[in-house]
Antibody
Framework: EVQLVESGGGLVQPGGSLRLSCAAS????????MHWVRQAPGKELEYVSA????????YYANSVKGRFTISRDNSKNTLYLQMGSLRAEDMAVYHC???????????WGQGTLVTVSS | EIVLTQSPATLSLSPGERATLSCRAS??????LAWYQQKPGQAPRLLIY???NRATGIPARFSGSGSGTDFTLTISSLEPEDFAVYYC?????????FGPGTKVDIE
């Protein structure tokens, strides 16, 4: 069974940093691109960042470019999102999601909540 | 950036009724559109991909249609577990974008 479990969310002050993790199991992690997608309270889903299966290529939404860094450790089956210079508008539930072979998000994690507040 | 608009925002129906949800794109996305279902406190679930293909394990009461800029998700006969929020998402152009969602609730 495919499982994606996020961790690392919490309360952080504006301008602060946080690292999210996503532990994957039940599939060959190194064969799939992975994404982070966030959802602010009461808002729609928003693509944040993506990384290729081997980690060589990374992509970012304009809203987080230069502040967030996506990475992965295929030996640990884990996806990461290093978040810096956090703003109130970054407050959201952050989901990791598998980019399926068909080109869509075929599995999602439950998400981890990031709260940005002083 | 391609903007997706969903209508209606809320659909109030009873179990057994037919639900018709709409998603419109600001420019053509060909058939590169998916539908997801999300229940409170849960992760989204892929229902339909490439506009009309059901994902693995999705019941036949869910169907998708459309191409270009206009798409429809139909639930032929609502089951109690179908009351949720439904999002469309395009993968034709980066950045990937989602619609604002349609909430299907019990009348």
């Amino acid at each position: 069974e495919v499982q994606l479990v996020e961790s690392g969310g919490g309360l952080v002050q504006p301008g602060g940093s946080l690292r999210l993790s996503c532990a994957a199991s039940g599939f060959t992690f190194s064969s799939y691109a992975m994404h982070w997608v966030r959802q602010a309270p009461g808002k729609e889903l928003e693509y944040v960042s993506a990384i290729s299966s081997n980690g060589d290529s990374t992509y970012y939404a304009n809203s987080v470019k230069g502040r967030f860094t996506i990475s992965r450790d295929n030996s640990k089956n884990t996806l990461y999102l290093q978040m810096g210079s956090l703003r109130a508008e970054d407050m959201a539930v952050y989901h990791c999601a598998r980019w399926g072979s068909g080109g869509y998000y075929d599995y999602w994690g439950q998400g981890t909540l990031v709260t940005v507040s002083s | 950036e391609i903007v997706l608009t969903q209508s209606p925002a809320t659909l109030s129906l009873s179990p057994g009724e037919r639900a018709t949800l709409s998603c419109r794109a600001s420019q053509s996305v060909s058939s590169y559109l998916a539908w997801y279902q999300q229940k409170p406190g849960q992760a989204p679930r892929l229902l339909i991909y490439d506009a009309s293909n059901r994902a693995t394990g999705i019941p036949a009461r869910f169907s998708g249609s459309g191409s270009g800029t206009d798409f429809t998700l139909t639930i032929s006969s609502l089951e109690p577990e179908d009351f949720a929020v439904y999002y469309c998402q395009q993968r034709s152009n980066w950045p990937l974008t989602f619609g604002p969602g349609t909430k299907v609730d019990i009348e």
